[in-house]
């Protein structure tokens, strides 16, 4: 779990960040973090492809996250196949 983020109402990893508040330190690489709380600069927050539901949204390296981002917009069969 993003240790900089400070969760309200008893909310934790797997569940909904939305009603938390962030804390004034952002993610670095490799932490949790959520649409809310970002990251800190050169990484953003992104949740990879997956052939299993949900893998937490973590800091990544920014040019990663685009390269990955246009690679699945531009995915089509029969040459590029989504996770199973």
Partial sequence: MNVNLIYLLGLGPGGSTSSGICSSVLGQKGEE????????????????MSGVCCPP???YDAAWVKQ?????????????????
């Fill in 33 to 48: 973090c959520d649409s809310s709380c970002g990251c800190e600069s050169g990484y953003t927050c992104y949740r990879p």
């Fill in 57 to 59: 949204m973590r800091c």
């Fill in 68 to 84: 990955q981002q246009d690679h699945w917009a531009n995915c089509r069969p029969p040459t590029c196949f989504f996770p199973p």
